[in-house]
């Protein structure tokens, strides 16, 4: 096949990684492709890395976050998607390694089943460690890749298992407000459109776990989780709520509400609570409205039975 193929890669102090992964878009078995890596502002050696690769192959070409762009890697892979010239496309990561027919494979599913999309399996590792995780993708088996089943996590996919057609995404960006579950708002306004796709049940790359992956940052800073969460949830309810149905318009408020009540005195995030209260007073009535509402004046100045809390929403809502 002589289908061109944009790979667009965002990334930020991966001197030590960056390499590999490129070095994995080397070994593709397809070979017409254009990588295209965006720098976030690295301070590390990462950008000698890379000029090493595009002496090499000029089928990488690699460019610098404008200053007039917000900082981060959503903001990168939209920069980068603006630089690609063909009608496949396919976001990855600075950190994670492809299987090496990975791109002859989604892209022969996406043109034999005249699809918009297909999504892969990534298999996560840590580097000289034996660690078994679990196979989230095992859900999508059976299931339809539809922008309900994608709300209610029925399915699962993540940006490093998405391939896609040009055309189906171009009028889409990524939220560059967010920095982790970036591909949440992306995916469910692409899944609105009714784009087809379908899941391929194999391992066609490699999520390398390490201290600095968004997994691990996470994990270690709730306070973060809390936040993107929420940004998430709610902006994407706020963008698709005149699209969807009742049901999943309950289950991204329900969600968003339960996160911001980690939030309440964070500053930056009070623009967003007349929004919320609203919502959660045409969605579930008035009654758990003022519920929420006191909880909230509560926790504004103690964080006393905020599990308890948090408990009870997740229940009533």
Request: aromatic share 14%.
């Amino acid at each position: 096949m002589t289908f061109l193929v944009s790979i667009v890669i965002p990334t930020y102090n991966r001197a030590h990684f960056v390499g590999e992964t490129l070095n994995s878009v080397l070994a593709q078995t397809h070979q017409n492709w254009e990588c295209i890596i965006v720098d976030d502002g690295s301070t590390d050696n990462t950008e000698d890395v890379i000029k090493k690769f595009l002496e090499k192959d000029k089928r990488f070409q690699f460019y610098k976050r404008p200053d007039d762009r917000v900082k981060g890697p959503n903001a990168c892979r939209n920069y980068g998607f603006e630089k690609t010239k063909d009608d496949y496309i396919n976001f990855f990561d600075d950190d994670d390694l492809m299987v090496t027919n990975r791109v002859e494979l989604q892209l022969k599913n996406l043109i034999e089943n005249n699809l918009d999309f297909n999504v892969c399996k990534h298999k996560d590792f840590i580097e000289n460690n034996n660690t078994e995780f679990e196979d989230k993708h095992l859900r999508n088996i059976g299931q339809e890749l539809t922008l309900e089943n994608f709300i209610n996590n029925t399915i699962f996919f993540a940006t490093t298992d998405f391939f896609c057609t040009r055309k189906s995404i171009e009028t889409l960006k990524f939220d560059e407000s967010v920095l982790t579950g970036q591909e949440y708002q992306i995916f469910c306004q692409y899944l609105m459109e009714e784009n087809r796709g379908m899941f391929i049940n194999e391992f066609l790359s490699l999520r390398r776990i390490h201290d600095n992956s968004v997994q691990i940052v996470q994990k270690n800073n709730p306070e973060l989780i809390n936040k993107n969460k929420f940004k998430f949830f709610f902006r994407t309810y706020l963008t698709i709520e005149n699209k969807i149905q009742l049901k999943e318009k309950k289950i991204l408020v329900k969600r968003a509400a339960v996160y911001y009540l980690s939030l309440i005195r964070e500053k930056d995030f009070l623009c967003y609570q007349k929004d919320l209260l609203i919502s959660i007073k045409k969605l579930y009535g008035y009654k758990i409205w003022f519920q929420y509402f006191m909880a909230l004046n509560y926790l504004k100045h103690t964080n006393k039975a905020k599990y308890q809390i948090k408990k009870y929403f997740k229940k009533v809502l």
